[in-house]
């Protein structure tokens, strides 16, 4: 056995603490220290190097964040052009000074407008302009003006061009399924059903107002006696409420609306009619309820009765409360139309549409009185801008064929300016009246309406629309779009009637009864509310039930010539980018 002396055990157990051994190889601490040192030297170094890396890599990112931010800076722009151009829009129309839409670069302004020609800063930036082009070669016939317009964001050499296009019209009576501006049954109806009354112009006086306008009381106090001594005054504004109340039109329980509904008047609700769409009211004051400031129950408001109502509206907050619609006083700009490129008609006439072509029987207008293509026998092409327009014989001239024309079931003095109208349509078409228009015969669109469709109408009165009382016999047009029966009227088209309403002839003879069902897919305007039946207890006992729907159309497409609110706000209906133009002014 080897002896080990203190100091070789004390030596190796020294240096037994001191040695690492790894796959039988030794390395002395002296090396592992160095070894360590220079790891740490190169992860400072890479802990340095990931901050420049991070540095290198966002720095070059700013030039793609900068053109991402000026690519929707230029969107921005294009759009505040389109606000600049509305705004200057609707200061010229609702002061009464114009229209604004004929203005362009070659018919520059009062204003100077300098985006019709150059650039125009975007307020509040130093670096994004707009420049905007106006397309109204069609406004006069459609409504509609069409606006290119083109916003840039500049950064230093770097520019971001984008262009939308938009559409633009006024707010009006397409925009609504209903559309009223007095909530009453037209007055000069009411001797036909109402025995309160024994002359139009008795229940004209009594109740021809809206719930915010002042009637005829003398001295304006409650129940005192009228200046035209007819009945006695409830209330000085409003119809006459108890004389008056058998002409409210009330939306009660069993009503459903599928579509946008507008008065300049208030409400008068009853029960739980549903509204699933929006609801807006010009009334001018409020019913005094403020849970509900824009409808009444007239059986509580007037009587004291406690009815339970519990109207729908899809849209919390209605009926809310939007500037009202001015009627125009009359449709001559229509007739213009017609005689400028379209068909005027004189005395009685009846039209039937073809799809793109037209029978019709005027038997009082010569060729030499209208334009070329629009008298003869056969079919005849629609007008080539879409307008139609019949008008009364001009005073003093005698009827050159005979004393009483018959249309639409009934029969006319020959001199006089209406119109019955059924049949198919393809294309744009408008049929004014100087009097009235009655609905004889079915009015369908060739596509029934569909949505990649542009056939529409557009039916404009003086007077009244009327579906006639003879519809079930004269209505040749066959219902192609709902597979209804020949005694269902269908009516596709946009009608507006200016002094008067849409109606039933008839309405009221209860000997006749319950008549059917009319089907309405379009909008529908009046000075009055429309009339289809005489009702008891919200049950039809005369004239027809209705089934009324909006055509979503109406909100982008319109009729050729059809009429506007008078002074009413432009708005956009449509917008989409497209591709820059060219020929655009020098950047600035």
């Known amino acids: 056995m080897k002896v080990t002396s203190r100091k070789d055990r004390m030596t190796k157990q020294a240096y037994r603490g001191r040695y690492l051994s790894k796959n039988n190889r030794h390395i002395p601490n002296s090396e592992r220290g160095d070894l360590a040192i220079i790891v740490a030297i190169l992860a400072v170094l890479l ?51 114009g229209n604004y839409w004929k203005y362009s670069a070659s018919n520059l302004p009062p204003d100077g407008n300098g985006a019709f020609t150059g650039w125009v800063a975007v307020p509040g930036s130093t670096n994004e302009y707009f420049h905007y082009t106006p397309d109204a070669s069609n406004t006069a016939s459609t409504g509609i003006v069409y606006l290119t317009s083109t ?113 300049n008047d208030m409400y008068y609700l009853y029960g739980t009619p549903q509204f699933n769409a929006r609801v807006y009211s010009g009334s001018t004051t409020t019913s005094g309820y403020s849970s509900h400031p824009y ?98 014989l001009p005073s003093g001239q005698s009827c050159p064929v005979n004393t009483q024309i018959t249309v639409g079931g009934n029969s006319f003095d020959c001199s006089q300016g209406e119109v019955a109208v059924q049949g198919t349509i393809t294309g744009g078409i408008t049929v004014g009246s100087y009097n009235n228009i009655y609905i004889d015969g079915n009015l369908e669109y060739t596509n029934c309406g569909s949505s990649s469709s542009n056939d529409v109408l557009g039916l404009v009165a003086q007077s009244f629309v009327k579906v006639s009382s003879n519809f079930a016999n004269d209505n040749i047009t066959p219902d192609n779009c709902f597979s209804q029966p020949s005694t269902n009227p269908v009516i596709m088209a946009a009608i507006l009637t200016l002094n008067d309403s849409f109606e039933v002839q008839h309405f009221w003879d209860t000997s006749r009864g319950v008549l059917g069902t009319i089907y309405l897919d379009g909008s529908l305007a009046g000075k009055y509310a429309d009339i289809e039946g005489s009702f008891n207890n919200g049950a039809t006992v005369s004239g027809y039930n209705t089934t009324y729907t909006y055509d979503p159309r109406l909100a982008y497409l319109t009729p050729p010539f059809f009429l506007s609110p008078v002074n009413s706000a432009w708005k956009t209906v449509s917008s989409v980018e497209t591709v820059n133009p060219s020929g655009l002014p020098a950047i600035p």
């Not at 690519?71 to 705004?87: F, I, P, R």
């Not at 938009?166 to 007055?187: E, H, S, W």
């Not at 007037?302 to 509206?313: A, E, L, V």
């Not at 939007?322 to 229509?334: C, G, I, K, Y």
């Open 47 to 97: 802990l340095s190097a990931i901050p420049l890396a991070t540095y290198a890599a966002t720095v070059n990112q700013l030039p793609l964040t900068r053109g991402s931010q000026d690519y929707q800076s230029a969107l921005g722009a294009a759009e505040s052009g389109v606000t600049d151009y509305l705004n200057r829009m609707n200061q010229i129309a609702l002061n009464q000074a």
């Open 151 to 263: 916003g840039i964001a500049l950064h230093g050499a770097q520019t971001q061009t984008r262009t939308i296009k938009v559409a633009l019209r006024t707010n009006g009576f397409l925009d609504y399924l209903l559309m009223t501006d007095t909530m009453m049954v037209d007055p000069s109806l009411a001797p036909n059903f109402d025995s309160a009354f024994n002359s139009a112009k008795a229940a004209t006086t009594e109740c021809g107002y809206k719930f915010s306008q002042p009637n005829d009381n003398a001295a304006g106090s409650p129940a005192d006696s009228d200046s035209d001594s007819y009945s006695y005054d409830q209330n000085t504004t409003g119809p006459e409420r108890y004389t008056c109340y058998g002409l409210i039109n009330y939306y009660g329980t069993g009503q459903i609306f599928n579509g946008p509904l507008m008065t």
């Open 295 to 392: 409808w009444i129950d007239p059986q509580n408001a007037y009587f004291d009765m406690n009815s339970s109502d519990n109207p729908t509206f899809i849209h919390p907050g209605d009926p809310s409360h939007q500037p009202a619609l001015v009627f125009p006083t009359n449709n001559s700009s229509l007739a213009n139309a017609a005689k400028a490129g379209g068909c005027i008609y004189y005395g009685p006439t009846s039209i039937v549409f073809l799809g793109s072509s037209m029978s019709v029987y005027s038997p009082e207008t010569s060729s030499s009185a209208t334009n070329a293509g629009c008298t003869g026998s056969g079919n005849l092409p629609l007008p080539a801008n879409g307008a139609i327009y019949v008008n009364s």
